[in-house]
């Protein structure tokens, strides 16, 4: 029986270190299954800080080094300690190379859309100035055809206002009032020619072409030649004052007929002729200046005669009034063939008498030669003012 009991006992006590056994292993496996959940958590934490920095790192990189950080940085960063299965490791990477490939594809494809409508609106933004410019090269082409057709719609009497203007004189006034031609004859030459001509248009009577002219009974200066030296200060003054002047003879050997001048005037353009000459008398005592034109009975150029007697009339009023001469007034004669040939108005100056002994000497000073000059010239404006 006590042998029984001690096997009892002993059972009993194996029994009991049994169940202590066992509970120690129950609370082992216990703790071992927190250690484990702990550790997962932890790994799950660690995860989630990785993607935490992932999801914050963009913001401080560019598209380049993003795509660096999610294939090598922070996911080893986070839990360096871990060690994966190959196989795992091998799908991470998969992924991992996935993602940068995606990553990789989408900066590069937003960089080329930003460059091409860069391109796009670099190009919109060059065309826009060549369209401008296209535009306005557009209208200047218009306008110069425009203006060309303008131009070719003008009515001919437009042109011919031109060519009024190009007419006009640069007078020494200023103005621009057409330019007056004037067409002067010193009369006589040096060698007279004594042939017959008609003394006008259709005339029988006839008188001697052309003569030497008189001479200074005290002086000895031919007429010719004192005729040629009045002239040309005539010319000078009347193309300072913006006339245009045509010189029938400017030298003394010459040989034109009295109606020969006279056509050379009326074929110029002029619009007057004057004709400069000096007087002779057998009485040596007549003296002073006077003018000749037609009469208005003048069989050749009686329509000549009004205007010939205004232009005559006022040279000789304005030569006496410069030289303090005799004034003999303006003399109709109708016999005169440098006038009967003429076709515009007309007069001879007889400026003084080469034969009175007074007015032989005064025309050959130079003063006095001024004096007729600035008549003659002074009477030719107020002619054309009348």
């Known amino acids: 029986m006590k042998h029984i009991?001690?096997?009892?006992?002993?059972?009993?006590?194996?029994?009991?270190?049994?169940?202590?056994?066992?509970?120690?292993?129950?609370?082992?496996?216990?703790?071992?299954?927190?250690?484990?959940?702990?550790?997962?958590?932890?790994?799950?934490?660690a995860n989630t800080e990785s993607d935490t920095v992932n999801s914050t790192a963009p913001s401080?990189?560019?598209?380049?080094?993003?795509?660096?950080?999610?294939?090598?940085?922070?996911?080893?960063?986070?839990?360096?300690a871990e060690v994966k299965p190959k196989a795992n490791s091998g799908s991470e990477a998969g992924k991992s190379d996935a993602g940068?490939?995606?990553?990789?594809?989408?900066?590069?494809?937003?960089?080329?859309?930003?460059?091409?409508?860069?391109?796009?609106?670099?190009?919109?933004?060059?065309?826009?100035?060549?369209?401008?410019?296209?535009?306005?090269?557009?209208?200047?082409s218009q306008k110069v055809n425009q203006s060309k057709k303008d131009d070719k719609s003008k009515p001919a009497s437009d042109s011919y206002d031109n060519s009024d203007d190009k007419a006009k004189a640069n007078n020494s006034d200023g103005s621009t009032e057409a330019k007056r031609i004037v067409a002067i004859d010193a009369g006589h030459q040096r060698k007279g020619n004594y042939e017959q001509e008609p003394i006008g248009p259709g005339a029988k009577e006839t008188k001697a072409k052309v003569s030497?002219?008189?001479?200074?009974?005290?002086?000895?200066?031919?007429?010719?030649?004192?005729?040629?030296?009045?002239?040309?200060?005539?010319?000078?003054?009347?193309?300072e004052r913006g006339y245009e002047v045509i010189m029938i003879r400017e030298s003394h050997d010459v040989d034109l007929s009295?109606?020969?001048?006279a056509d050379i005037a009326n074929e110029s353009g002029a619009d007057i002729f004057i004709r400069i000459h000096a007087n002779g008398s057998t009485n040596p005592s007549v003296h002073g200046t006077l003018t000749i034109y037609p009469s208005k009975k003048n069989p050749y150029v009686a329509d000549l005669s009004e205007a010939s007697h205004k232009l005559s009339k006022a040279i000789v009023d304005a030569i006496c009034k410069?030289?303090?001469?005799?004034?003999?007034?303006?003399?109709?004669?109708?016999?005169?063939?440098?006038?009967?040939?003429?076709?515009?108005?007309?007069?001879?100056?007889?400026?003084?008498?080469?034969?009175?002994?007074?007015?032989?000497?005064?025309?050959?000073?130079?003063?006095?030669?001024?004096?007729?000059?600035?008549?003659?010239?002074?009477?030719?404006?107020?002619?054309?003012?009348?």
């Open 5 to 45: 009991r001690g096997k009892l006992l002993y059972s009993a006590v194996i029994f009991l270190v049994i169940l202590a056994l066992a509970s120690c292993g129950k609370n082992k496996s216990g703790n071992d299954t927190e250690t484990i959940n702990k550790s997962s958590l932890s790994e799950s934490n």
């Open 60 to 80: 401080a990189t560019t598209p380049a080094q993003q795509t660096d950080n999610e294939t090598s940085g922070p996911t080893a960063e986070a839990n360096p």
């Open 100 to 140: 940068s490939a995606k990553a990789d594809k989408k900066p590069e494809t937003e960089g080329s859309l930003s460059a091409g409508k860069a391109d796009a609106d670099t190009k919109q933004t060059d065309e826009k100035p060549e369209s401008a410019d296209s535009e306005k090269a557009r209208d200047k």
């Open 212 to 239: 030497s002219g008189t001479q200074g009974r005290f002086t000895g200066v031919p007429e010719y030649e004192l005729n040629l030296l009045i002239a040309k200060k005539v010319k000078d003054v009347l193309t």
């Open 258 to 261: 009295n109606k020969e001048r």
């Open 322 to 386: 410069n030289t303090g001469s005799k004034n003999l007034g303006a003399v109709a004669r109708d016999d005169m063939s440098g006038i009967n040939w003429s076709k515009i108005p007309v007069t001879i100056i007889e400026m003084g008498y080469m034969t009175n002994e007074k007015e032989d000497k005064l025309m050959q000073t130079e003063d006095y030669q001024n004096k007729i000059v600035q008549g003659i010239c002074d009477g030719i404006d107020e002619y054309f003012c009348q």
